[in-house]
């Protein structure tokens, strides 16, 4: 296990420079800085002036070389817009999108995994067909209509919930949080919920297949001919051998969570590090962008390497050489 997590670490390394290299030079041929910053009424010797102060003066290799030094001492920079460390910029909004989607993940499996189990068990209920359309439907809508359907639901028509901002929060560890208080989880639910759908319709159809094919196994069929009771079934034999997909799949969809929840901080107006993405895209700000690709790459990295870890401690047949 150590030889394979030290092999992982060096693989990681490389795509994090790999990962850096693309982006900045992405960065680099779509947007401009000193033509996003400067004003009006900025001359050709203000424009060069500004440019020497971000140093975008000289080549873009030395220009990489640079960022890539100083990142390896930990300081990803200033941003070009906010004048201020990037990764405080990015540690300031983390615990946002961070609470919102752990919330998600709590509703999409504890909803998901139950549901998906019982359709698998009751294969002709009746129930099971309208479980298994909604799952479809729910996967299949595009993000931004359904957030802004919750929004029209239960902000509009009910005034049940908030529909942007993040309420009141609560300083912890540094940093302040909305889960610690009821406005901030007011606040909080509609956005994770809209998250949470395509996690519950995605674990519920995962569930409900594993459950299908593993209670056929001959080793399922001989325990149910024994009279061992259904809940002892599920509890011992059939989450064991329906986990290694669901830990999979999870450990995805929370990296792709924390990543990819532009969308839904956009429409929410949440002030997570998403909505910080899309408007640093927006302000050509280059190491906030460049930042955030190599910080989610880094969480990517880690989350599957857990993943990983987990495989061997849920069946112990599964080993790393």
């Known amino acids: ?130 479980v298994s359309f909604a799952t479809t439907v729910g996967y299949s809508i595009p993000n931004f209509w359904q957030a802004l359907l919750l929004i029209l639901v239960f902000s509009v028509w009910l005034r049940w919930l908030p529909a942007s901002g993040r309420g009141d929060t609560v300083p912890l560890l540094g940093a302040g949080w909305s889960f610690l208080t009821i406005d901030g989880l007011r606040h909080m639910l509609l956005p994770a919920a809209n998250l949470a759908v395509a996690i519950v319709c995605m674990q519920t159809r995962l569930t409900r297949s594993g459950t299908e094919e593993v209670m056929f196994q001959d080793y399922m069929m001989f325990a149910r001919s024994k009279g061992i009771p259904r809940w002892r079934l599920v509890n011992r034999h059939l989450l064991r051998n329906i986990l290694i997909p669901i830990v999979t799949i999870t450990g995805l969809e929370l990296g792709a969570l924390i990543a990819f929840s532009t969308v839904t901080e956009t429409v929410f107006s949440w002030p997570g590090i998403g909505k910080l993405l899309l408007d640093s895209i927006y302000r050509s700000d280059r190491p906030v962008v460049v930042a955030y690709m190599i910080l989610i790459t880094v969480m990517f990295v880690a989350i599957n390497l857990v993943v990983d870890i987990l495989y061997a401690l849920l069946d112990p047949r599964i080993r790393y050489s």
């Open 1 to 130: 296990m150590a030889s394979f997590i030290i092999r992982r670490i060096g693989q990681s390394a490389v795509l994090l420079f790999i990962m850096s290299l693309l982006v900045f030079v992405g960065m680099y041929m779509v947007s401009d800085p000193v033509a996003v910053l400067a004003g009006d009424d900025f001359t050709a010797a203000d424009r060069e002036a500004l440019a020497r102060s971000l140093g975008l003066d000289r080549p873009l290799p030395l220009q990489y070389l640079a960022f890539l030094g100083n990142v390896l001492t930990g300081d990803f920079g200033q941003s070009y817009v906010y004048n201020r460390p990037v990764l405080d910029l990015i540690f300031e909004r983390l615990p946002a999108t961070l609470e919102m989607v752990c919330l998600a993940m709590v509703l999409g499996v504890a909803i998901g995994i139950p549901l998906g189990i019982w359709s698998g068990l009751n294969r002709r209920h009746p129930a099971t067909r309208a």
